[in-house]
């Protein structure tokens, strides 16, 4: 590994360890972004062979004539990624116009799309949820008759819980028929009765898994968007045996290949005569990038590693080092709205918690959305510890 061009690297702001221990490695890491050099962390300037600024990273044919000036500077381009789930499909379509190992636009666009999902969990064996394309009215309603309300309705081609739906009568069905965007592909499915928890693994160029942890999030993204409720999650001390093997068999169906994942699925928590008995496994989403957020940092301290690194050395080395008795965490991030009445104070949080919070951080808006305006995370060795900060952080007058 000689040249690797980093996409975006200075946001997310932690993004820009991935290119610090990408240099630490030896590798050449050639910077494409919109954001002032001047503007960019010292440390990120430090990492950066060369850095080539844009206007607009949504403008292709300046993301173009950036690749191309590399390509003739450089030389042979080794990879290319951005880790982020808004630039995945220009990702690959880089890759594409200048022979770029890794995935190209025709593997993505099946597995990009949640209706193109379903192919291959049915190849991994692991159940998921009925669906139907939305077309109109009736063709939902028929839908319906055979998986019963609530349903869930969103994008087929979507970026977390944005414009995501429970719809649970025929009115707020007729009502999403109305006033849905006719330009989008929306997915119907059957709603889940369960609990979600993700599969996160660094894969190498094998297909075979480097690192594996995971997390359970206490309400579903969709919720927590919709009703602007506090957002909990957290990275499990030690991943589930059935969770990881569904992971597993999920990475070899869609043919995962040198890449940071973040695979979601339900744990049912009742009986369900489709997917299986209370407690089963049930295919969510795939997504080809890192979890969001401060998600890396919380898998770091729940695992004493450093998954920016673990990655830099699977694209550099295709390995990481070993992590054999590696202490392990409950980690988890407690994010809190301004727009909620909290009865414990941020004076009275520290004082309580000092020792056990890793992270304070105000969010951006567009982490906020979803994430909530301030964000704590703690780490501890027993479960009931951390259920105990979750309590004294989300408590509303």
Known sequence: MRNFIFVSPHFPVNYRNFCIQLHANGVNVLGIGDTPYDSLDYTLQGALTEYYRVNSMENYDEMYRAVAFFCFKYGKIDGLESNNEYWLEQDARLREDFNIPGMRPKELSVIKRKSGMKNFYAQAQVP??????????????????????????????????????????????????????????????????????????????????????????????????????????????????????????????FGVKSRFIHFEFFRLTQDHDYLGKKGSVVALEVNLRPSGGFTPDMINFANSTDVYKDWADMVAFDNIRSREGAVKY??????????????????????????????EQRLPDVLAIAMGDTLYLGKFAEKEEMDGFIRFLTQEK
């Open 330 to 359: 409950y980690c988890v991030s407690v994010g809190l709205r301004d727009s909620r009445s909290y009865v414990h104070t941020p004076e009275e949080i520290h004082r309580e918690y000092a020792n056990r919070i890793v992270l």
């Open 128 to 253: 998921c949820a009925r669906f139907h394309l939305v077309t109109d009215l009736a063709e939902s309603l028929a839908f319906i008759q055979k998986v019963g309300y609530p349903v869930i309705v969103k994008p087929d081609n979507g970026v977390g819980a944005v414009d995501t739906f429970k719809v649970s009568n025929e009115e707020e069905l007729k009502r999403f028929h109305e006033t849905a965007h006719r330009h989008v592909q929306y997915i119907m499915e059957e709603f889940i009765p369960g609990d979600i928890y993700s599969y996160d693994a660094i894969i190498d160029s094998k297909g075979q898994p480097l690192l594996e942890t995971g997390n359970h999030t206490m309400e579903s993204i969709m919720d927590t968007v919709n009703t602007l409720g506090s957002s909990v999650f957290y990275i499990e001390k030690q991943i589930k045996d059935d969770l990881r093997e569904a992971g597993r068999k999920c990475v070899a169906a």
